[in-house]
């Protein structure tokens, strides 16, 4: 069935680095991606997303591009802040339809000053 | 974008009380929403999808009788845990998708509801 598999965490970066988050998926069919970030004591937020392969999601300085090659879809920021410090779920949709959202396990990101 | 809001944010009850928690779009129709749950640090576990006008879908191992879902109207899903006990403690979660040219667009969640059962 379909799957998303994501880094495990945590992940702790100082303030102004480089953050990539990998994520990767197995699906039938064309799926649509997603990011969804959680921040402590608060429910899961839309980040980015994209529709089709080489379509490149992007929000916030956060930007994830739609490989199909590769079948993934790793998040990216260039220079982190404290505030980004959240939990990070990669999560696919299937084609046509409603359909239920497939979320990898999760990765905390941890930000210090 | 498009809102969800759930009621309420946390409740306590205790052991074999029936807790109730609404879901709702703010400003689009859903026909279908999501329940998931949510233990800490771990990630969502769907439980079923609520269909307006008709019965819930339940995920395996959910059991029916114990999460009741209604899905009174175009905007208001509830979930009904039965007979709470200490283990249905747990993060409770509601999704509603929007739709474009007919397919799933976006899923939209609520903030969450934070059961704790003594």
């Known amino acids: 069935g379909d799957s998303v598999t994501q880094m495990e965490g945590p992940v702790t970066l100082s303030e102004e680095a480089f953050l990539t988050i990998n994520c990767t998926y197995t699906a039938t069919g064309y799926p649509s991606l997603f990011w969804y970030v959680q921040y402590p004591g608060e429910g899961l937020q839309l980040l980015l997303k994209a529709t089709k392969a080489d379509d490149k999601g992007s929000n916030k300085g956060f930007e994830a591009t739609y490989r199909k090659e590769t079948t993934s879809f790793h998040l990216e920021k260039g220079s982190v802040q404290v505030s980004d410090s959240a939990v990070y779920f990669c999560?696919?949709?299937?084609?046509?339809?409603?359909?239920?959202?497939?979320f990898g396990a999760g990765t905390r990101l941890a930000v210090h000053p | 974008g498009a809102v969800v809001s759930q009621h309420p944010s946390r409740v306590i009850c205790k052991s074999g009380t029936s807790v109730k928690i609404e879901c709702r779009s703010l400003?689009?129709?859903?026909?279908?929403m999501f329940w998931y749950r949510q233990f800490p640090k771990q990630s969502l576990m769907l439980m079923a999808t609520?269909?307006?006008?008709?019965?819930?879908?339940?995920e395996q191992g959910v059991e029916k009788d114990k999460f009741l879902i209604n899905h009174a109207s175009l905007t208001l899903s509830t979930l009904t845990v039965t007979s709470a006990h200490p283990e249905d403690s747990s993060f409770y979660i509601c999704s509603a998708p929007t739709l474009a040219g007919g397919v799933t667009d976006t899923q939209y969640f609520g903030p969450g509801t934070r059961l704790t059962v003594l």
């Open positions: 400003d689009f129709q859903a026909t279908t």
């Open positions: 999560a696919l949709s299937g084609s046509g339809g409603y359909n239920k959202l497939i």
């Open positions: 609520s269909n307006e006008g008709s019965k819930a879908t339940y």
